[in-house]
């Protein structure tokens, strides 16, 4: 069941602007990059469901989280069908992201008071998101769908939407003042944060610095 409530976990995404998403196979890696993204002021984590048994893990990382970080907000993503979603609700996650938008996915989720973000890349898709109680929906891939150009058109004729990119977001200044500047709500990243370089040196606190470079940009960008 969701430590966190459905609003707290909302609320925190819009303050932090910030969810690093990240895929490991070993529980151990899981936990040091958890521990290096908390380290660096993240609040919130996304987990992928991309690979056999990512629920196992997804499951000893939530044990983890619950003793040794319990301000950490744990969600999954890459969740594609309810039957998955309701599986990682029923152990522990906090939110549910999704590449594509699914109307069983959403009722699971507001069954369940967690947090629902469909991946969306049109404007039409984003409108059905909302009708079924998405209050920050995905558009994915961020760079293809149109980038921070797509974002702002949406919100000329949808000032209310609250959209998080994935794809297509970097953790440089001017990548993250461009989706900020657009009107985004919040961003997904993910290789670009906690990169393939920091994984096989293991280097947490280069993770840790990365994280806190891009709290720090998002912060000067983002509009209230």
């Given amino acids: ?31 040091s990059v958890a521990q290096a993204v908390y380290d660096g002021g993240a609040r919130l984590l996304e987990f ?11 499951s000893q990382l939530d044990r983890y989280c619950r003793a040794e970080l319990p301000e950490l907000i744990l969600g999954v993503g890459s969740v594609c069908d ?15 992201v999704g590449p594509l938008l699914n109307a ?7 069954r369940r008071k967690v947090p629902y973000s469909p991946g969306c890349g049109s404007v039409s898709e984003i409108g059905q998101a909302e009708e079924l109680g998405c209050e920050i929906v995905k558009i994915f891939p961020g760079a293809e769908v149109g980038g921070p150009a797509f974002v702002k058109a949406v919100l000329g ?67 209230n």
């Fill in 1 to 31: 069941m969701a430590r966190f409530k459905r609003l707290t976990v909302l609320k925190t995404m819009l303050e932090t602007g910030l969810v690093p998403v990240f895929y490991n196979d070993d529980v151990e890696v899981a936990k």
């Fill in 48 to 58: 992928t469901n991309r690979g056999d048994h990512a629920f196992e893990v997804f």
């Fill in 82 to 96: 309810p039957v998955t979603a309701g599986l990682y609700i029923n152990l522990g996650a906090n939110f549910v």
């Fill in 104 to 110: 069983e996915c959403a009722k699971v989720c507001n």
């Fill in 157 to 223: 004729p949808c000032p209310w939407s609250l959209i998080m990119p994935t794809g297509g977001v970097d953790s440089t200044e001017e990548s993250l003042k461009a989706w900020f500047s657009a009107g985004v709500a919040c961003v997904g990243m993910g290789s670009n944060l906690v990169t393939k370089d920091f994984l096989k040196s293991k280097d947490w606190g280069g993770i840790s610095n990365k994280v806190a470079e891009a709290l720090a940009i998002i912060k000067k960008y983002k509009k």
